[in-house]
């Protein structure tokens, strides 16, 4: 039997009377004193699987909650917020809420679509946005106004239930929109199966949302699932508990699962902490799926104990196990993740301390199994699902490119009016666009042009600049948020361009550039050719080297970059690149990698880009300083 480790601080339980055993419990007795626990896993213990005191709070006359209501509250789909630039003086925070919607696939009817654009205009800021997670996101709802958002997008087929908060969050996939193709197929079945196995059952989100009403829709599962999640016979699930597999303290953290096929990185896949790949034989049928973990972008400034991570191979399973192995994967993390401290609660610092072999060799007696040996893959690439695509049943497909995913003003007005017009069910990217699906070919030219003249115009008769980034929302909503990204990035991106222009680029020069307000990472920047990251009111670490297909992590090249100081600071690294690529085809990012840093600082340093290193004190570290360094 393997040992505890400190990473495993406590083990949920059924009640506070009993301790449910799994096979990875260690055999030697409770020391005398029990492990510190962080106030959220106290919360979360207390709150009788997410009711209370949310639910007590919630009809207050006060326009905000708790701390304590608001940790349970993330699990029903949402986050407070304060809008720190409408404060009034003197009357303190302006508290609004930020729901999240939870659809595996990005796959939104036409009916849930229209319900989340008129709840925007009622309800909320008159803008959507769509997320790095294939989800809906709504701001600006007013506490009073919560449960008549709620209930709207569940009786409209759709849920928030975990879309934030200690659990399975979105089950991501391709925005593929063919139709018979058993590869894409089985990785659709597979992400719902996945996400309503892992989906929290205790009934609190009815409770809350739906006076106790058990809405149909919400309901309907395979019965494989049923059994999946109720199946304890090796320990990873708690029999007569209301939360089987999450047990009353849910997980450590939030758990990240995607879906794929082989090849098709359309969703970062690496960056999950389970990724599942679906493996065929050559009738299409399906023969097993690879299993990967770890993968995760969260990280502290100045704390090199967080950190990036993608995920690597943990081995392959029979198409029947599936959902198995991936309960099996979850209660490793449940119950050995840390719940001590949250900045090392991912599952990617669990793999960090064990290793592979261990993680695999706990994880394989929740499965009561020996994982395959994980097999060699195609190349991963990067698909953007942009323009115009043939779905295989006649009917077509479109990808819109979103900027930074806020769909607002004349192009919602011309989203809605298309959607209702002609019946279109839509899918969410996960870089932040849309794709309308089922398009009768007649109906090509109109959807287009009304889209061009919405301010949508065809993703090719765009900078790739543009098309190719992400960025968060940042200010002024997100607390975690310490700079500009979403409003900022635009304007940044075109200065980026006019000095790529100015060395003699083709307007067709493209790589990855992605954009954070916090090194929380949600815009994935760490995945980037050219990564911002906010560290100031106006200043940005700069992260190089990634790949457009998003295989390699990016590095920290610079700190505390001025964003007022971006021509200077890039226009070094940009000649050096047109100078030195080896070819057309190597892009920025490949070229960061292959010359090095030191290279690129000696280009900056010989140009006046960067001051020379400070001499070394007795603790420094002589870093070159960027320009515009605070």
């Not at 940009?574 to 892009?587: G, L, N, V």
Request: aromatic content about 8%; hydrophobic content about 40%; proline content about 6%.
């Amino acid at each position: 039997m393997i040992g505890l480790s400190h990473a495993q601080v406590v083990r949920p339980s059924t009640s506070r009377r009993s301790v449910i055993t799994n096979v990875a419990t260690p055999s030697r007795p409770p020391t005398a004193h029990p492990p510190k626990r962080s106030k959220v896993e106290i919360i979360k213990e207390k709150s009788d699987f997410l009711r209370h005191p949310l639910m007590q709070e919630l009809v207050t006359e006060a326009t905000n909650i708790s701390e304590e209501a608001v940790q349970l509250m993330k699990f029903h789909g949402s986050y407070q917020q304060d809008d720190r630039e409408k404060r009034a003086f003197g009357s303190g925070k302006l508290y609004q809420f930020m729901m999240r919607t939870k659809q595996p696939s990005g796959l939104v009817s036409n009916r849930l679509y229209l319900v989340m654009d008129e709840l925007a205009d009622l309800y909320g800021n008159g803008t959507l946005r769509l997320t790095t997670r294939q989800t809906f996101q709504l701001h600006g709802v007013l506490k009073k106004d919560l449960k008549t958002v709620f209930s709207s997008v569940i009786k409209a087929m759709g849920s928030t239930l975990g879309a934030c908060g200690d659990v399975n969050r979105n089950v991501c996939s391709p925005p593929a929109p063919y139709v018979g193709r058993p590869d894409y197929d089985a990785a659709l079945r597979a992400s719902e199966d996945i996400a309503a196995l892992l989906a929290p059952q205790s009934g609190a989100y009815y409770d809350v949302w739906l006076d106790g009403e058990r809405f149909f829709s919400m309901t309907r599962e395979s019965p494989e699932v049923t059994a999946a999640r109720l199946d304890a016979s090796h320990g990873a699930s708690f029999p007569g508990c209301p939360e089987p597999i999450y047990g009353d303290l849910f997980l450590p953290r939030k758990f990240k699962v995607a879906v794929t096929v082989p090849g098709d990185n359309s969703v970062d896949v690496l960056t999950n902490d389970l990724v599942v790949v679906v493996l065929t034989r050559e009738d299409g049928s399906v023969r097993g799926y690879q299993l990967l973990v770890g993968g995760g972008m969260g990280r502290s400034h100045g704390k090199a104990t967080t950190f990036p991570h993608l995920a690597a191979d943990l081995g392959v399973v029979p198409a029947a196990d599936l959902l198995a192995a991936v309960k099996a994967v979850v209660a490793v993390q449940r119950d050995y993740g840390r719940r001590d401290d949250r900045k090392q609660a991912r599952l990617k610092y669990l793999i960090a301390e064990w290793g592979m072999d261990k993680f695999r060799s706990v994880a394989e007696q929740y499965y009561g199994k020996r994982f395959a040996p994980a097999e060699a893959l195609p190349a991963w690439r990067y698909l953007s699902y942009l323009g115009w695509q043939e779905q295989g049943d006649g009917r077509l497909a479109y990808g819109v490119y979103v900027r930074n995913g806020r769909v607002k003003g004349e192009a919602k007005r011309t989203l809605r009016a298309l959607v209702e017009k002609y019946d279109l069910p839509l899918t969410i990217t996960a870089n932040q666009n849309l794709v309308l699906r089922n398009v009768d070919p007649a109906w090509r030219e109109e959807v287009e042009a009304a889209l061009t003249a919405a301010g949508l115009p065809p993703a090719e008769t765009l900078d790739p600049l543009d098309t190719l980034s992400m960025a968060c929302p940042a200010m002024p909503l997100c607390g975690l948020a310490i700079g500009e990204a979403e409003r900022a990035s635009p304007d940044i991106i075109k200065r980026l361009r006019a000095v790529l222009t100015e060395l003699g680029f083709s307007d067709q020069e493209k790589f990855v550039v992605r954009m954070t307000g916090c090194p929380n990472g949600c815009a994935r920047p760490y995945m980037a050719e050219l990564g911002f990251v906010g560290d100031g009111a106006t200043s940005y670490q700069v992260w190089l080297a990634g790949d457009h297909d998003a295989t390699r992590l990016a590095r920290l090249y610079a700190e505390r970059v001025n964003a007022a100081d971006f021509e200077r600071f890039f226009r070094p690294l940009f000649a050096m690149f047109k100078e030195q690529r080896e070819s057309e085809t190597e892009s920025f990012g490949q070229f960061a990698e292959r010359v090095g840093f030191e290279a690129l600082r000696a280009r900056q340093l010989a140009d006046g880009a960067i001051e020379a290193p400070k001499a070394k004190g007795p603790r420094g570290r002589g870093k070159p300083a960027a320009a515009g360094a605070r």
